[in-house]
């Protein structure tokens, strides 16, 4: 019930050596200019009491970023104020990219990973982030993924 991105589109594994690089589970910083966080963007599966979650990449300003990595073991952190960001993960289930879709990154207690939510457009994605999806929609998104990563291998 859920796809995560090890990293941001942008991120290049040579960058792991440089030193305005860092790319860890939660967050990501690139050059030392672009900042990421990893959130979840949840799709409640209609007919069900399950959601569906992408685990994505958002890219924030300096000062959002700095501010979130503040408030990163501190309780009480979820009444923080939604931060604007862009989606910098582009998920192979939709025909259209998702790269750079507006979001708002709603912090959640320590230890739950930030909630992502789209701008109200009519991308896919932001449809089915509002209305939710059926369970076949889950199963096709399940099939797209593993013939997306068995096209990958070499």
């Not at 949840?42 to 300003?61: A, K, N, Q, R, Y």
Request: negative net charge; hydrophobic residues 35%.
């Amino acid at each position: 019930m859920n796809y995560t991105a090890d990293a941001p589109a942008v991120w290049d594994p040579a960058f792991a050596e440089s030193d305005d690089c860092l790319l860890s589970t939660d967050q990501c910083v690139v050059r030392g200019q672009y900042y990421f966080v990893k959130g979840l963007l949840e799709i409640p599966v209609i007919g069900s009491d399950e959601v569906f979650s992408w685990g994505v990449w958002v890219s924030l300003s300096r000062e959002n970023f700095s501010r979130l990595a503040d408030l990163w073991d501190r309780r009480g952190r979820e009444t923080e104020k939604p931060h604007f960001g862009w989606l910098t993960t582009d998920l192979p289930a939709y025909s259209t990219t998702t790269l750079n879709l507006k979001t708002n990154v709603h912090i959640r207690p320590v230890g739950e990973r930030p909630y992502v939510e789209l701008e109200p457009t009519d991308h896919p994605l932001a449809v089915e982030q509002r209305t939710g999806i059926t369970m076949d929609r889950v199963q096709e998104i399940a099939a797209d993924l593993f013939h997306s990563s068995r096209s990958e291998q070499p």
